[in-house]
């Protein structure tokens, strides 16, 4: 906007003594918001479409200009006005702002345009302001995550009774510039709400099939399945199927290691026919179902019913208990006798001792998966030293 660039950024730089997050832009001649190009942020610099969210409840930013446009043309010139928004954030839920509407006039009475700077007030100097600060700076640092390569994927095996590696799950973890590495908890959920786990998940998809690619051409290695965590979200957007099958095929893996881990948190209203009918398309493509963390969902019936599963995976909350905790044994002891009358496997993850693993190898699991076996790992250090990176298990260990 070069016509108005100067006040625009001296206005901008005052307000941005605030320390909180603050817009800059200008509303064109057709009343569209626009902004400032190359952008006029702050330090804190979040775009006016990311801190707007969902746009004022279906207010397109359009409309919101012209409302801006209506109150700007009431000016004088010099004169600044101030508007109180309230918005729904997709990720902080009920925002306020403060709008300061200023007329830009070059010469005369005429207004050449008009500019807006817009102020996140929500709860500004108080924790809740912090974290949702927060919030918005990982929001925009996730963005070009991928493109700066800063995820990754960790791998942590599957071993059968004796120990012998089945396969890895894929375990997905971000490099942040400042903060390390951080574990899915801490921004999946943000991804999720915002929509960024599509693209996220797709880039897991090819990296996970990528590497599966390189274990299929590896004598030692051509073995391993690959478990792979696809969310509710993911598998619920249109063409995710068509983009599986599309993956699949240029990675040029053998589909039967590929191993697709739901979980339970996923709606039953997303269990429709054409849901189910994808997935078993999928499965008769050879790729496996895993019922992922179950027992700690909804855990109901239908998914099993659904579902065309192969493997249900205990919760780990179930294990953590199993030596003390006669529930504990008792709801295991259930899921296999469930699993055995409806021909599934079950795999028992989160297993940390020795006696653990003892118990649920003599209650009947299939397959086990925790920190007594490994911990998750970057594809290299796994095989450095797979597969002796599962070492005997010691008589006595915590973690
Ligand atoms: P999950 O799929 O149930 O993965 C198992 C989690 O338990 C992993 O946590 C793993 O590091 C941890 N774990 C494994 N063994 C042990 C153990 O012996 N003790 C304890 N205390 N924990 C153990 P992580 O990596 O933090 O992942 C958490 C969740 O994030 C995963 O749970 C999965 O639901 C989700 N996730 C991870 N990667 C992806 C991904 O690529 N896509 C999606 N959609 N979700 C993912
Ligand atoms: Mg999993
Ligand atoms: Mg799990």
């Given at each position: ?11 901008v730089?005052?307000?941005a003594?605030?320390h909180v997050p603050v817009m800059a832009g ?9 902004f400032a190009?190359?952008p006029l942020t702050t330090a804190l610099g979040f775009p006016l479409d990311k801190l707007l969210g ?35 954030h997709?990720c902080l839920?009920?925002r306020?702002a ?19 700077f817009v102020q996140d ?11 949702s600060h927060q919030q918005l700076e990982l929001e925009q640092a996730l963005t ?256």
């Amino acid at each position: 906007m070069p016509a108005t660039a100067a006040p625009c950024q001296t206005t901008v730089l005052d307000l941005a003594l605030d320390h909180v997050p603050v817009m800059a832009g200008r509303i064109d001649a057709q009343h569209r918001l626009c902004f400032a190009n190359p952008p006029l942020t702050t330090a804190l610099g979040f775009p006016l479409d990311k801190l707007l969210g969902s746009r004022l409840e279906q207010t397109c930013l359009a409309g919101l200009g012209e409302l801006f446009a209506r109150h700007c043309q009431l000016l004088s010139p010099g004169e600044v006005q101030v508007c109180q928004l309230s918005y729904q954030h997709p990720c902080l839920g009920q925002r306020s702002a403060e709008v300061t509407l200023a007329s830009h006039h070059k010469q005369g009475d005429n207004p050449a345009g008009w500019l807006f700077f817009v102020q996140d007030t929500s709860e500004s100097g108080n924790q809740a302001s912090a974290a949702s600060h927060q919030q918005l700076e990982l929001e925009q640092a996730l963005t070009g995550a991928i493109q700066r390569g800063e995820l990754v994927l960790h791998y942590q095996p599957l071993v059968d009774a004796e120990q012998r590696i089945l396969g890895m799950e894929a375990l997905l973890g971000w490099q942040h510039p400042q903060h390390g590495l951080l574990a899915p908890a801490e921004f999946l959920p943000l991804a999720e709400r915002n929509g960024m786990i599509l693209g996220i998940g797709q880039w897991v998809l090819e990296t996970a099939c990528a590497q599966l690619a390189a274990w299929q051409q590896d004598t030692q290695r051509r073995h391993w399945t690959l478990n792979v965590n696809i969310s509710a979200r993911q598998i619920n957007e249109p063409g995710f199927f068509e983009r599986l099958d599309a993956t699949v095929s240029r990675s040029g893996i053998d589909s039967r290691g590929l191993q697709l881990e739901l979980t339970e948190t996923m709606p039953l209203k997303g269990l429709n026919r054409a849901l189910q009918h994808q997935l078993q398309q999928l499965v008769d493509k050879g790729v496996v179902l895993v019922l992922d963390d179950y027992g700690a969902g909804y855990s109901s019936l239908a998914y099993l019913k659904h579902l065309p599963l192969s493997w249900l995976k205990i919760d780990q909350s179930f294990i953590r208990g199993v030596l003390e905790d006669m529930r504990d044994q008792k709801i295991i002891r259930a899921i296999l006798s469930l699993a055995a009358s409806l021909e599934l496997k079950v795999v028992a993850e989160g297993v940390e001792t020795r006696e653990q693993f003892d118990y649920l190898r003599n209650a009947g699991c299939h397959a086990f998966q925790g920190y007594l076996f490994g911990r998750p790992l970057p594809a290299e250090q796994l095989n450095a030293h797979a597969p002796s990176a599962v070492a005997p298990a010691p008589a006595r260990t915590g973690s």
